[in-house]
């Protein structure tokens, strides 16, 4: 913390082992004796560019807690994955296989922290709707309680990640189960960082029951939108057979 204030200093990587030959890689107690406090693993981009699997993601989950970092396991589908229903599936998944080998204590104390960041957001200038990302996050901590139980479940900070901005960041930040942000592109530009590091929450229950009407207006919009496209692709397929 710098000033007193609410500021650390985290990785974006970390790696697998704690000391050898591996030019270039930065392991957990090299990051901890710099001042670091926390480490991202599985970042999409890692996974995708670097074939960092879920083993591997686990591997540097666990070295980083072993030096007294505190992790962020980031999980989140493909575009295909969202289209073909597997969304929740995938999830469990990195989940099950990331947090492999860590214990209830270590969640209960704080040790790890959820990061939800839908692959087809990252950089892509779109950001799920606050429906969207409130169910991923549900089922998220829903499967943090089958393997937790509820009193964990519920402590776990559950971060929302993908193409955050300052537009959409209150009306995530509203939603029951998203318990923070990590924000990419917008935090190297002060001005929009600032305005969503200083998010505005709902502080009565009838702000919080209208940010729970927008929510669910936003999702039926969606959904007509999403129907409307569909019956004029069927439309354009009938009249394309017909011709």
Known sequence: EFGGGRVAVGAQDVHTERAGAYTGAASAPQLRSAGAQFALVGHSERR????DDDEAVNAKLRAALAAGLRAILCV?????ERELGVTDAVVATQLAKGLAGVDAAQMAAGNVAIAYEPVWAI??????????????HAAARSWLEGAYGRAVADSVVIQYGGSVTPEAVDELMACPDV???LVGGASL???AFARIAAFRSPSTEAEAAAAAAAHAQRAAENAARAADAARANAAAVAASAGG
């Open 48 to 51: 995708a560019l670097f074939g």
């Open 76 to 80: 989140g589908e493909t575009l295909e």
């Open 123 to 136: 950089g892509t200038g779109r950001v799920a709707t606050p429906a969207q990302a409130q169910l991923v």
């Open 179 to 181: 318990d923070g942000v």
């Open 189 to 191: 530009k002060a001005e």
